[in-house]
């Protein structure tokens, strides 16, 4: 054997083996995906105008079937769930009603649970006015027969006598089938057929919008469901959702949720609203901490001094601020100084005498009512110069 003719056949191998490669890689792709399939009506079928058309078509979803979409000339028309939800190969029959004639594209999509859609299957229709019918059979006419002429004898031979002249023979015809012919009926053009179509009218949109608790405290979640039947497309705050779901919310404050349905039969908007009471706080704000004068200051003789601390914030708000001042009348004995609250700044004058020790402390309250704990004691001393 040449090398040339090994050489070809080695090139139309690997040539082959690519195709197949390809070939299978294309196969495993489309398994992945959604498909569907027009099984009724055939393309290029007619059908007549103003009567409910059943769409018969089969869904395959590795994932499990979720619902089709049919659509009519590029618009969606009505979603609907198989016949066995959730199953990777269901049939589905879905109504269109066609309203006027002309050519229409009927496409249907396969929806997954995962949310991923087929490519459509597409098929061509035409609306007309009316079925076509056969003309109405009439029976052939029979038509009736002519009446021979009368048989004259003719003689080459001169007669001896006058012959007699033989009576005319007259035919006698035998009906088939029945014991009398059947009159015909002559119409110069067959019937034409009435037909009068019966229009289904498309049933409303049946919608069903509930949550599973309509009250929760801030921080809780709940669960909004729905189900619509006989609807093109469905609406949740604007997003576009599957007939048949459920979704989790976790407002912070009191939310109302809207549904809005697109259905043949009219449009259908719902609502449901979530109330979110927040809990009573009973958590003290925080310590503020004295700042001026600081602890150990000793300050010149004076009759005015003021005690200046650092704010605190707690998400009830700060409704003010307390303060106490006392002074050392001996060793270990305190004596009040005086007293201010509730302040809404963050200090306050009080008065002093010169030659005396003295000690102050603040606490916050909060807006709902809670009070810190007191700062820690700030000791300072005023000189008698």
Request: charged letters at 15%.
């Amino acid at each position: 054997m040449s090398t040339q003719h090994l050489s070809w056949k080695l090139i139309l191998a690997l040539t082959l083996l690519a195709l197949m490669g390809g070939t299978l890689s294309c196969a495993e792709e489309v398994e992945s995906r959604p498909q569907a399939w027009i099984d009724f009506p055939r393309d290029g079928a007619g059908v007549p105008v103003g009567t409910p058309v059943a769409v018969i078509s089969h869904a395959y979803a590795r994932e499990g079937v979720a619902e089709v979409l049919l659509s009519v000339n590029g618009e969606a028309y009505r979603r609907d769930p198989p016949a066995e939800p959730g199953a990777s190969f269901s049939e589905v029959t879905q109504e269109w009603l066609p309203a006027e004639e002309g050519l229409y594209t009927l496409q249907v999509r396969t929806y997954d649970t995962a949310g991923e859609v087929s490519n459509p299957a597409t098929i061509s229709v035409r609306v007309v006015s009316e079925v076509a019918r056969g003309p109405t059979d009439t029976p052939t006419p029979t038509s009736t027969p002519e009446t021979p002429s009368p048989i004259t004898p003719t003689s080459t031979s001169t007669p001896t006598s006058t012959p007699e002249t033989p009576s005319p023979v007259t035919p006698t015809l035998t009906p088939t089938g029945t014991s009398e012919p059947p009159t015909p009926t002559f119409t110069s053009e067959p019937p034409t057929p009435t037909y009068t179509p019966t229009a289904t009218p498309w049933p409303p949109a049946q919608v069903d919008f509930w949550v599973e608790s309509n009250s929760i405290t801030k921080g809780e979640c709940t669960v909004l469901h729905w189900d619509v039947e006989y609807a093109t497309a469905v609406f949740l705050n604007g997003g576009g959702v599957p007939g048949h779901g459920t979704q989790q919310v976790c407002p912070d404050s009191t939310t109302t949720y809207e549904l809005h349905v697109e259905a043949p039969g009219g449009n259908v908007d719902r609502s449901v609203t979530v109330e979110v009471t927040t809990p009573p706080d009973t958590t003290a704000p925080p310590v503020p901490s004295p700042a001026v004068p600081a602890e150990g200051l000793e300050l010149d003789c004076r009759s005015k001094q003021t005690l200046a601390w650092i704010p605190v914030s707690d998400p009830s708000g700060i409704a003010g601020y307390y303060v106490k001042l006392e002074r050392q009348v001996s060793p270990g004995n305190w004596q009040s100084a005086g007293g201010w609250g509730p302040v809404s700044g963050k200090q306050v004058e009080a008065s002093v005498d010169c030659g005396l020790y003295y000690r102050w402390t603040v606490r916050a309250q909060d807006g709902a009512g809670n009070y810190s704990d007191w700062a820690p004691w700030s000791h300072f001393s005023v000189t008698l110069k």
